[in-house]
């Protein structure tokens, strides 16, 4: 089952036009695990705090631009 937050998250993502290749280059991760986290089949510890984190990085140097 999808945590509810990560219906917020990926609606901030097509807000700001953020992409997973993006957010995953971000993070530090690749693509497919991105996408595992997004479609629920991993829930590692921690995720929601740093890929918020990592949105708001991509926002902010967007916003700079």
Do not use: C
Request: aromatic share 6%; net charge positive.
């Amino acid at each position: 089952m999808l945590a509810q937050w990560i219906g917020v998250f990926v609606g901030r993502m097509h807000q700001y036009r953020v992409t997973i290749t993006q957010l995953a280059q971000e993070m530090g991760v690749t693509r497919e695990y991105l996408s595992m986290i997004l479609n629920g089949h991993r829930e590692p510890n921690g995720i929601e705090k740093r890929m918020n984190n990592a949105l708001d990085n991509l926002i902010e140097r967007q916003k700079a631009q």
